[in-house]
């Protein structure tokens, strides 16, 4: 077997190596976390630990793929990489749950996906006095970050309120009763949203005798970015290790970037004091990117009180290296055609595709790059930024297959049923009381007459609840529960799954305008939930992080196998490519505008940012639209400044450059293009087509 350190600098030798006592790895960008982490899994297994007895916690699913396949790759044991176990938090709190189902007295688990959340919040605001229009009210998506805040962050729902979300404090009491008896409707019916797999994971753990039983089955304890974890995650992983026996955690808090799902960066300083006699180990070589990327990283890396000791040094020979560039663009048009002048050039200097990316704050930013990419055929995907409609198709499915798996499930007929032609929120949550158990305190509403409960498994109750269909919808109704009693009444879990798709085919054929797109989706998750060994695992992972699996099982959307990639900053952490280009590089876009209003939210984009610059192998190339549209139907833009990211120091190691189109109109090539007067300068030059707004005013 070749030797594992082979290749490490000492730093990593020595955190791979590294014996049973607390272990904290402070890591800059592109330092080798991911690589040391996977050594360590494959040293801990060559040193004789068994795969069960490693648990590895990272921040998603296709990273502990990644991880655990390459452990077990270097260990040459390809069954370990299925024995280990490893996730995200979720997943891991979802089998210990089912594990100890008995212990939390659940009889079945019943996990609530946050649209499910705010389903079931929505149906009780009438009770609680929260809905109307004599007064501003939190719809049941505020309440539901209020209360996922409050459990996230450990604060109370009252603080939560006063600070984050002032303008309903006129109505405290309410919100804080309707939480209140959301939380116990929850534990009433065995219902889990995803922060209650956290609640319970640490109740696991904290309960004395069944958390003595799970701690012992793990020797070691990985968590990867630690700095995002939040507090409930924090409090597991002390549970999880009491002393920091065998306990490693990796982060650096320079890239902590989910303040906004109740992280704090301040896990990972408090990490390398928790614990006594706690080795803290600091990798600071940079494996990944020439010297002036990293130049423009250690100017841009926010400062934190572990961030300040690091400075990235790169490993690589950067003689020969280019400076990162900084484009200015006339708008986001141009920006499109800058960007795909430029992928198309690195492309002729022998960049391929997929070796370039395009990231962006938000999604939407990409929005005229992808106009310019189709017209000049330029393949490409896109990563994150996946809304919740964007994966709607998705949860569909699983409602379908709970439904396969109890009848009676309320929220799942109300999702399915919602989706017909004809059928309204009011006759979909009615229909579905109609078929569905109800017990005290039933899920949608008030409880219902037990006599009225139908069971769509029987043909004459299938028929009655059509019956109280509006007419307009019935046959299609109709269809569906036939469909679906079909599909129960298979007792193979592949027939099942083609049941289900079968029933789905025509309503998402009404109900998206995309409709091709997601039933090929569909078709490749229902392929990969058939040939998955464990359904229920499959389901669960397919609830808990719907568009990592949807886009893990996608294909590339066009038929070429090089492709570019678009990908959100989130999406991009821990990825890298050889030449990036970073657009939107404007002060409202990166950082957004939205985070401008606090301290906290500034410190985080600073943090994006940093992520998105240290993602560049080779190249990196920033652009600034110098203005954007404001209403794309109309000529109303706004002048945009530089992000405040790219100080005079940052811009100083930048090659400044105006692209060709903005300097050919206006002849003014070799000033300085980030002068605000010169920028005007080429705005004044384009002519505009008026929209005539006097004549509709
Ligand atoms: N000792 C090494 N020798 C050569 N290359 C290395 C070494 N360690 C890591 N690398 C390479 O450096 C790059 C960055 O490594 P890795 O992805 O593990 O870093 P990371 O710290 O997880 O990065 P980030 O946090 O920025 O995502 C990868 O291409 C990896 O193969």
Redesign the pocket.
């Known amino acids: 077997m070749f030797d594992l350190m082979e290749?490490?600098?000492p730093a990593?030798a020595a955190a791979v190596e590294h014996g049973d006592g607390p272990l904290v790895i402070v890591?800059?960008?592109?330092?080798?976390?991911?690589?040391?982490?996977?050594a360590r899994v494959a040293h801990q297994l060559r040193r004789g630990c068994r795969p069960e007895e490693l648990l590895l916690l990272t921040f998603t699913r296709r990273a502990a793929a990644d991880m655990t396949s390459r452990a077990a790759a270097l260990c040459s044991d390809p069954t370990a990489a299925r024995r280990i176990w490893s996730g995200t938090f979720h997943a891991v709190a979802h089998r210990l749950v089912s594990e100890h189902a008995r212990a939390l007295g659940l009889h079945q688990i019943v996990l609530l996906d946050p649209a499910d959340v705010v389903d079931l919040l929505e149906t009780m605001r009438d009770e609680f006095q929260l809905t109307g229009t004599h007064t501003r009210l939190p719809s049941a998506q505020s309440l539901a970050d209020i209360c996922s805040r409050a459990i996230n962050t450990g604060l109370a729902a009252r603080t939560v309120i006063e600070r984050d979300f002032p303008q309903y404090d006129h109505v405290t009491a309410e919100i804080l009763a309707l939480l209140g008896d959301f939380m116990t409707t929850k534990r009433r019916q065995g219902l889990l949203d995803f922060d209650d797999l956290l609640l319970a994971m640490r109740a696991l753990l904290s309960d004395e005798a069944t958390g003595t039983r799970i701690r012992a089955r793990w020797r070691q304890v990985l968590v990867d970015?630690y700095q995002d974890l939040n507090q409930i995650q924090v409090d597991i992983v002390a549970l999880l290790s009491p002393a920091g026996r065998g306990l490693t955690v990796?982060g650096?808090d320079a890239?902590a970037v989910y303040g906004f799902r109740g992280a704090h960066s301040a896990h990972l300083i408090d990490a390398t004091r928790r614990f006594p006699g706690t080795t803290v180990v600091r990798?600071q070589?940079?494996?990944?990117s020439v010297q002036p990327i990293l130049d423009l990283a250690n100017i841009v890396r926010p400062a934190g009180e572990l961030a300040q000791a690091l400075t990235l040094t790169a490993?690589r020979d950067s003689s020969g290296a280019g400076r990162a560039a900084l484009r200015m663009c006339y708008d986001a048009a141009d920006q499109a055609r800058a960007v795909a002048e430029s992928v198309l050039q690195a492309r002729e200097e022998g960049a391929a595709l997929h070796d370039q990316a395009v990231l962006m704050r938000a999604s939407d930013h990409s929005r005229e790059l992808e106009i310019e990419l189709r017209i000049r055929r330029i393949p490409y995907v896109k990563y994150g930024g996946l809304r919740y409609t964007d994966t709607a198709h998705v949860k569909d499915l699983i409602a379908a297959l709970r439904i396969t798996a109890n009848p009676q499930s309320e929220l799942s007929l109300y999702r399915l049923l919602k989706l017909h032609r004809h059928v309204g929120k009011a006759h979909a949550r009615n229909l579905s009381r109609m078929l569905s158990a109800s017990p005290a305190g039933t899920v949608l509403g008030p409880g219902s007459d037990p006599d009225l409960d139908l069971d769509l498994r029987d043909p004459a109750h299938r028929a009655e609840a059509v019956a109280a269909a509006p007419a307009k919808a019935r046959l299609a109704v109709a269809a569906t529960l036939d469909g679906l009693a079909a599909a129960i009444a298979n007792t193979e879990a592949a027939q099942r799954i083609t049941g289900c798709l079968d029933v789905l085919r025509p309503l998402v054929k009404v109900a998206y305008l995309d409709a091709a797109l997601r039933q090929d989706d569909l078709d490749r998750l229902a392929l990969a939930a058939a040939a998955s060994s464990d359904l229920e695992r499959f389901l669960a992972e397919l609830i808990l992080d719907p568009a990592g699996v949807s886009t893990d099982f996608a294909q590339p959307p066009h038929i070429d196998d090089d492709y570019l990639v678009l990908s959100t900053v989130h999406s991009a952490?821990?990825?890298?490519w050889e030449h990036v280009h970073l657009i939107h590089v404007t002060d409202g876009a990166f950082p957004s505008d939205m985070a401008l209003s606090s301290p906290n939210g500034l410190a985080e984009e600073a943090r994006l940012f940093y992520?998105a610059v240290?993602?560049a192998?080779d190249r990196l190339s920033l652009y600034h639209p110098q203005r954007l549209h404001r209403d794309v139907f109309k000529d109303r833009h706004v002048f945009t400044q530089r992000s405040r990211f790219l100080t005079d120091e940052a811009v100083a190691e930048l090659d400044v450059s105006h692209h060709d189109t903005a300097t050919a109109d206006t002849g003014q090539s070799g000033n300085d293009p980030a002068d605000p007067a010169r920028r005007s300068a080429d705005v004044a030059a384009r002519v505009v087509i008026p929209t005539m707004d006097d004549l509709f005013a």
């Open positions: 290749g490490l600098d990593q890591a800059g960008a592109g330092t080798g976390k991911t690589t040391t982490l996977t970015e990796v650096d890239q990798l070589t940079n494996f990944r490993a952490k821990g990825l890298e992520v240290t993602r192998r």
